[in-house]
Structure formats: C-alpha cells, structure tokens
C-alpha cells in the first residue's frame, strides 16, 4: 500500500488512522531518511492512541519514551544515534516489543539483524518541501490483517 502525503497534517491524520486498528503488542518500524517525516507520523500515532501531540517528542537522546496515559502504552524508539545494533541490547529492547502497548521505532534500518520478525514496515520518501510518500508492508500474518484494515479506513 502507497499514500501520498501533501502536508505534515494530513501525515498525522494517517498517524491517527493506523492508531485505530493498533492492539497490543503491535510493532511499527519505521524507515526513511532525516526530515522525511517520521516523528511527525509517530506524533499522529500518538495522538490516534490518546496521547497529547504536546507531550510526544523525539527521543534521540535517550533512544525510548514512554507514554502510559493513552488507550494504550506507547513506547517510541528513537534509534539515529545507534552506532551498531548491540549497543540496544542492555536497554531490553525485547520486553518492550512483546509487553503490553504499541511500539514505533524511528530508525528501525539501525536495528539490522535484531529486527522483529514481524512487524508493520513504513518508509517515508521526501517527494518535495510538503509532500511524502508512505510505502507500508507487513511481515507476518496479523501484520498482514492489520494492513488490510487500516487501507480499508483510510480509503473510506
């Protein structure tokens, strides 16, 4: 599935429509170059989950943010600044993939050999100044299920 996107709003709004249909322990990995649109879909994801855009930020620094006040527990996984994919290892990545709440990972390529084996891919290509192109895939039998309902919503 392909979306185009002609603004940073109606990236978020597509944030807000996968949030629908995500249950835990869903996984999102996300893929794509600097600027070209990943925190601002996680922001709408967020937002979709109950959680104020406000309080949603990058956690480049510190790699997890954690968000507990929405309908779900959100983790959001922040990994530009991983050098290689051992240096997650003693953060207990796993618990949080397979606990209960919905995980989005920036940066998932970084992850390389440690990615989950299933999972709901979504790269983002820079188009121009505005517009991205939203390619998703899915690994994995409920991803699959998964992809299907949210291009049913946002066709609708």
Known sequence: ????????????????LIARHLKSPDIICLFGE????????TKGIGQGLGIERTKINS??????RQYTQGRLPFYHFDLYRLKKPQDI??????EYLYDEGVVVIEWADRLKY???????????????????????????????????????DIRH
């Open 59 to 64: 956690p480049s620094f510190v790699l997890i």
């Open 34 to 41: 600097l600027g070209c649109g990943k925190t601002v879909l």
């Open 114 to 152: 440690l990615l989950p084996k299933e999972y709901l891919k979504v790269e983002l290509f820079i188009k121009s100044a505005q517009q991205r192109l939203l390619k998703f895939s899915a690994f994995g039998r409920h991803y699959k299920e998964l992809l299907k309902r949210i291009h049913e």
């Open 89 to 94: 290892m003693g953060l207990g990545y796993e």
């Open 1 to 16: 599935m392909q979306i185009i996107s002609n603004s940073p709003s109606y990236t978020v709004k597509i944030g807000k």
